[in-house]
């Protein structure tokens, strides 16, 4: 049947990584002709034949790219996800392309000659078993000398041994081999960790040994394990699964030399798992036909194992879509049941799948159900703040995969909503326990050949294993038996076998396992560690002494509508247009918008959102409008969010001297913006009993509200013994007109500027001789700034603590005039400069900049046009462009936005004759990405028919800024559109 549309996650997917998917996206927009024919979408990206057979996929493009899939395949499969395919006639290289397809498929189809095949197979056995049987002599050699000296050399230990097993043909066993080299001294616990290995490995010799005598299940698991190859074709033709298979999640590993993919499969009826494997080499492209949180009704083929799991997709009988809860899903203790099963069935497992039914995460990393049963997390998931952040710790249904060092989620599921699990985050503090008996681990370290192990038995916890002969099994076999009466299993964590995961308790041992024939040396010690390994990991109980994290609040503010929820995750997934120097600017833009209509964010996208506000603090404030009550709780959780706690505005303090210093400084900045007399109040009180970090902080909010009321208190400050808090006052004393402190600067500056009415007017300097005491407390340093001399510096510190007002006698252009001829000309400007950045005075920054002829500090002169406004500073800047000015670039970025008509038009302009005439592009592209969120997004259509205007005439490195620039404009567009709806009542 005919490949259904896919989503837009699933074209995602395609792109190897995050750089590729932004490649992709920029190019999805530019395709001049698309369609579809059969299975193969096509298109013409400005030139590139690209076309796409979604069977596959398989991807061809005539691009000179290396990698598959290219960036052109991918913005294809975008294009058609979020578009639909295009209308046009097929081309005759698409026919053509699938012609040749179909001819090499059938080329693949011819039967092989059966007599060679069957000698290659005898060849391939013969290989293996001399490789296996090397395997062994290698891995009692080592018992016997001591796992010691293994743990110093390191990889090259086994290198040699890893070879040899693939020249003999045995990659599943080379690749467990070559493996150990990473773990061989290596972190704590490295001995245990090494020892299991190496029993598991000795384990599957001795079944290789065995393998005409093992029924077909266990033959073919050995088999797979040592890496013999199953066809798909053989597993196709045999007996197929009929269910309807929901797709729990999928996991992606790179080994360097290539990429797996996991994708787990629960069949709703039959509640049997399958596990489907995707392989792609560097640079390649995974499938994506399994989408996480979809089902679809068809056949699955399972691979032949004494416990199988692993399955291809037959055939699909039914559409894939979404489903709101998977089947099936259990406690923790039946989970852990269906576990010990697989183990028993295949003791080489090392991991296995799990669906939990209502869990809840713990605040120290485990996952608890109703009935009080807890499992741990694994290292890196320990802090699942995906989970917390979208349940508000509330249960939830979770699926994930189990081993030995907990569980790595997979999904949840939500409110009916999948959520697919979070990556992993860095845990240097995840400790892993020893699996096997100290006095195991202590007989293969020295060697047996010094220290002989005893056959006669092995512990595993509390339960003593006896290891005897079974007459009745093959030769070459033990057994193990429990005791008759097992122990009572413990009751808390701190009971717990030292083996199991930090808090797990250990069940009784199984009542037999086959191993190896006994002896006193190495044979011995490694039948026992197989044994012992297989009954710990199969015995595993849970914890019954952890209790789940308190739910969240109720959500009192209604949400934001769902477009815009989608669109803020795309900015901070890293799929917005312009790339990471734009997204931060958009994400601005999307907070404001959020802010203006009111409402919170999807819980989902509170982890990425209060991450990317810890770096950007200039986000905070919009952050906290929409983060919610649910944003506040997970702030409470985490240390570096706690910033959160401090933005925000929290309910009445009743209690100030017993509220905490977050909650303090929420409920002044509140009591500022409603009642500012009380604010000042609470503040007086607690002045002399709170720290100078806490009087800095608590004294900056008061610059809400500002009045000459609080003129006490900032005088107050002014004496204060720290400086933070002293420079605190000072500007907000400079900010308060009709202050005292205004009238001092006054009375220091006029008598050290005097305006003389002679002919001709003339201003008479005297700056102040010293730094007084007086001078000193209202705020004027001791340092004079680099290249000034102290009196030039105590003349600019007056003037600049001065009220502007109080120089009405001229007009600013006139006290300018008369200050470019004066000997203190330098002082006296940046005086005035200063007064009028602090001041917000834009009349005075108008003509302080007019009048510059070069006297102002650069950062001084570019602070004064922060002052100007937008109007202003929009004339500045396209006059700087129409000059081809240099400073027309900084000006742009300084503009507020969103641009008047007449700079925008003024910037497309030169825009489209710089993208002609200019020799470098680094200057139009600079240009592009400031005009990209400062330009009103109703300009999207004009720059858009500029790019195409573009696209014949010059080359494509000079069109794709300007194209980058209309796809950010249509992106703005949209994001406003979204917010056009009117919120709830």
């Not at 209690?655 to 409603?674: C, K, V």
Request: charged share 20%.
């Amino acid at each position: 049947m005919p490949a259904e549309r896919w989503s837009t996650a699933q074209a995602e997917s395609l792109a190897p990584d995050a750089a590729a998917l932004k490649r992709a996206r920029s190019v999805s927009g530019q395709f001049s002709a698309t369609g579809r024919h059969d299975d193969i979408l096509w298109g013409l990206c400005r030139g590139h034949q690209v076309a796409v057979d979604l069977a596959g996929p398989v991807f061809k493009c005539s691009c000179p790219s290396f990698r598959a899939p290219c960036k052109h395949a991918v913005g294809l499969v975008l294009r058609w996800a979020e578009a639909g395919p295009g209308e046009a006639a097929t081309p005759a290289w698409v026919t053509s392309w699938q012609a040749v397809r179909a001819a090499r498929a059938r080329a693949r189809t011819t039967p092989p000659d059966p007599v060679a095949a069957a000698r290659r197979a005898r060849e391939r056995a013969e290989r293996v078993a001399g490789g296996m049987a090397e395997l062994r002599r290698w891995l009692d050699d080592q018992i016997e000398q001591g796992l010691a000296g293994l743990g110093r050399h390191g990889h090259r230990a086994f290198e040699p041994v890893a070879a040899r097993l693939v020249d003999a043909q045995a990659p599943g066993v080379a690749g467990a081999v070559r493996r150990l080299g990473g773990i061989a001294g290596v972190g704590p616990h490295w001995a245990d960790r090494l020892l299991g290995e190496l029993a598991m490995l000795h384990l599957l010799a001795a079944g290789h040994d065995r393998l005409d005598s093992l029924d077909p299940a266990t033959a073919a698991t050995v088999r797979s394990r040592i890496g013999y190859p199953t066809p798909a074709e053989d597993v196709l033709a045999g007996p197929r699964v009929t269910d309807r298979w929901q797709v729990l999640g999928q996991h992606d590993s790179d080994d360097g030399a290539l990429t797996t993919r996991r994708a787990w499969l629960h069949g709703a009826s039959t509640s049997r798992f399958a596990l489907v494997l995707s392989f792609a080499a560097p640079g390649q492209s995974l499938a994506t036909d399994l989408v996480p949180g979809t089902e679809f009704r068809g056949d699955l083929c399972f691979y032949p194992s004494a416990a199988p799991m692993r399955a291809l997709v037959a055939e699909r009988t039914s559409a894939t879509e979404p489903f709101g809860a998977p089947d099936g899903a259990g406690s923790v203790r039946s989970a852990l049941s269906r576990w010990s099963r697989l183990l028993a069935d295949d003791p080489f497992r090392y991991d296995g799948p799990m669906l939990l039914a209502a869990v809840t995460p713990t605040p120290d990393g485990w996952l608890v159900d109703p009935e009080g049963d807890a499992l741990p997390l694994a290292p890196g998931h320990r802090q699942p703040w995906w989970l917390l952040a979208a349940a508000g710790g509330r249960p939830a249904t979770v699926a994930a995969e189990w081993s030995p060092g907990g569980l790595r989620p997979l999904g949840a599921w939500v409110d009916g909503q999948f959520l697919p699990a979070g990556p992993p985050t860095p845990d240097p503090g995840a400790a892993r326990e020893p699996e096997l008996p100290p006095e195991m681990l202590a007989a293969a370290l020295v060697g047996t050949a010094r220290r002989r192990w005893p056959a006669a038995s092995v512990r595993v916890g509390p339960v003593a294993i006896e290891l005897r002969q079974d007459p009745a099994a093959p030769p070459g076999s033990v057994c193990a038996d429990p005791p008759q009466s097992p122990p009572s299993p413990p009751s808390d964590s701190a009971a717990a076998p030292a083996a199991a995961p930090p808090g797990v308790d250990a069940a009784p041992a199984p009542r037999s396992a086959a191993a190896p024939a006994t002896s006193t040396g190495p044979v011995a010690l490694l039948d026992a560690a197989a044994v012992a390994l297989t009954a710990r990991r199969a015995g595993i109980l849970p914890s019954a002494a952890r209790t789940p994290i308190a739910a969240a609040p109720v959500e009192t503010e209604p949400p934001l509508p769902a477009a815009a929820g989608l669109r803020l995750a795309r900015i901070l997934g890293g799929g917005a247009p312009g790339g990471a120097h734009l997204e931060q600017e958009l994400l601005a833009q999307w907070l404001a918008a959020a802010v203006a209509r009111g409402g919170v964010v999807p819980p989902v996208t509170l982890p990425s959102l209060l991450e990317a506000a810890r770096r950007n603090t200039t986000v905070r404030a919009g952050v906290t409008r929409v983060a919610g009550r649910r944003g506040a709780w997970l702030a409470r959780q985490r240390a570096d969010w706690a910033w959160l706690l401090d933005e925000a505005s929290p309910g009445t303090v009743t209690d100030w001297t017993t509220a905490t210093s977050a909650e303090r400084l929420g409920h002044l900045g509140a009591l500022r913006r409603t009642d500012p007399a009380r604010a000042r109040q609470l503040m007086e009180s607690a002045w002399d009993t709170e720290s100078s970090e806490n009087r800095t902080r608590f004294l900056a909010r008061f610059a809400d509200g500002l009045s000459l009321e609080d003129e006490e208190l900032l005088e107050r400050a002014l004496d204060d013994r720290r400086k933070e808090v002293r420079q605190t006052a000072v500007d907000l004393l400079r900010r308060l007109p009709g202050s005292a402190f205004g009238r001092r600067m006054s009375r220091r500056a006029h008598a050290a500027v005097r305006l003389v009415l002679s002919d001709p007017v003339r201003l008479a300097v005297r700056p102040p001789e010293e730094l007084d005491a007086e001078l000193q407390r209202d705020g004027v340093g001791a340092s004079p700034a680099h290249g000034a001399g102290t009196s030039a510096w105590l003349l600019e510190e007056v003037v600049a603590g001065a009220p502007l007002q109080s120089w009405a006698a001229l007009e600013p252009s006139g006290y300018l005039a008369l200050a470019r001829g004066n000997d203190w000309s330098a002082p006296l400007v940046h005086g005035w400069a200063k007064a009028a950045i602090v001041q917000g005075d834009a009349r005075w920054a108008s003509a302080l900049l007019a009048a510059d002829a070069g006297v102002l500090r650069e950062a001084v002169r570019w602070d004064l046009h922060l002052v100007l406004p937008p109007a202003e500073l929009a004339r500045l800047a396209a006059g700087a462009l129409r000059a081809e000015d240099g400073s027309a670039h900084r000006l742009l970025a300084l503009h507020p936005g969103p641009w008047p008509e007449t700079l925008s038009v003024t910037v497309l302009e030169t825009i489209a004759t710089r993208a002609r005439n200019d020799r470098h592009t680094w200057q139009l592209g600079e240009l592009c990405r400031t005009a990209a969120t400062a330009m009103p997004p109703e300009y999207a259509d004009l720059a858009g028919r500029l790019a195409a205007q573009l696209e014949p005439e010059v080359a494509p490195s000079r069109v794709r800024p300007v194209a980058d620039l209309a796809r950010t404009l249509a992106f703005r567009a949209e994001m406003r559109r979204e917010f056009s709806t009117p919120p709830p009542p």
